[in-house]
């Protein structure tokens, strides 16, 4: 009687072609997940500054500007690691755009723009907007999208 030793090839192809296949589903999943977790950074980029231009409305009546005091908009401008924050001189409004080399290919370029709302007569408090160039499904929150939802 013969013992039967190791796996036939047969066998050893299935489960590589298994493993192709789940490999082939988890690469765009994961790929999205990055994609999503750099766009993570632009609220958090955006929040500081946020908060203290709606300090200066609040203690000066308007925007910060360009060499302006006592908070010049200049000053509030960040980088992160996957993206730059520029805020608006005279305006306050924040614009986060991602870099063009080391973020994912879907946000290369993109930008997520926070625009001021002051309070008015009807809405006592300050509010904020939310835009940008990038897909919905990396978007904050919240924010709506000029680029497609595919």
Known sequence: MKKQQGF??????????????????ALPAYQDY?????????PSLAAAAKTAIVEYWNSE???????????DSDSLDATGEYSSLDVASGTGVITVTFNNTGVSKELQGKTITYTPVPPTANNASFSWTCA???LQKHMPKGCTTGGDDS
């Open 132 to 134: 940008g160039t990038t």
């Open 34 to 42: 990055t994609a999503r977790a750099q766009a993570a950074e632009a």
């Open 8 to 25: 036939t090839l047969i066998e050893l192809m299935i489960v590589v072609a298994i493993i192709g296949i789940l490999a082939a589903v």
């Open 61 to 71: 009546g308007n925007y910060p500007t360009s060499g302006g005091s006592p908070l």
